[in-house]
C-alpha cells in the first residue's frame, strides 16, 4: 500500500498470484485431512473378529487398490497406510480407501452383528462432521425462499 490507503497495483498483483498457487495446495492438505478422518472412522468402526477386515483397508490416488492381506490384523495395519498415505500425498486427484475382501459387503450390510448396517456410510458421516467441528470443511448455509 502507498500512502493514503492507496493500493500499488503491481504489488496487488503480486500477492494475488501468491494467493491464487497457494490455493491448490491448500485444498488438496485439506482433503487429505478430511480424507484421514473418515478412514480413520471407517477403521475403527469395522466389526472385529480375527481382525482381517480391519486390517485390509487401503488407501490409493488415481484408483481403487484392490490389495488382500492374509496376514494384515486390527486397526493399526490400515491407520498406518492411511496415515503415510496422507503424509505422502501431493497429488490432488481422486483418493479411495477400499477393501476388497469378499465379504466386506456383508459386514457392512449389518452380517456381522458387532456393527450396525451401514457402518461405512455412518463412519463418512462422522469424519465429516469431525472435519466440520475443526473447520477444516464448511457447508453454505441453508437459505429460505
Not at 9 to 16: K, L, T
Not at 50 to 61: M, V
Not at 89 to 94: E, K, L, M, Q
Amino acid at each position: 500500500m502507498a500512502k493514503g490507503g492507496e493500493i500499488k497495483p503491481r504489488a496487488f498483483a503480486a500477492r494475488m498470484r501468491q494467493f491464487a498457487a497457494s490455493i491448490p495446495g491448500q485444498s488438496n492438505r485439506i482433503k487429505m485431512m478430511v480424507f484421514y478422518e473418515i478412514g480413520y472412522r471407517i477403521v475403527l468402526n469395522t466389526p472385529i473378529d480375527t481382525g482381517k477386515a480391519r486390517g485390509n483397508w487401503y488407501p490409493s490416488l488415481g484408483a481403487p487398490d484392490m490389495s488382500v492381506s492374509e496376514s494384515a490384523r486390527g486397526s493399526g495395519v490400515s491407520i498406518g497406510r492411511i496415515q503415510s498415505f496422507v503424509k505422502s500425498s501431493t497429488n490432488p486427484g481422486t483418493v479411495y480407501l477400499t477393501n476388497s475382501l469378499p465379504y466386506i459387503d456383508l459386514l457392512d450390510g449389518g452380517w456381522s452383528g458387532q456393527a450396525p448396517q451401514g457402518f461405512t456410510n455412518k463412519s463418512i458421516r462422522q469424519g465429516l462432521a469431525r472435519a466440520k467441528k475443526t473447520q477444516l470443511i464448511s457447508y453454505p448455509k441453508d437459505r429460505k425462499g
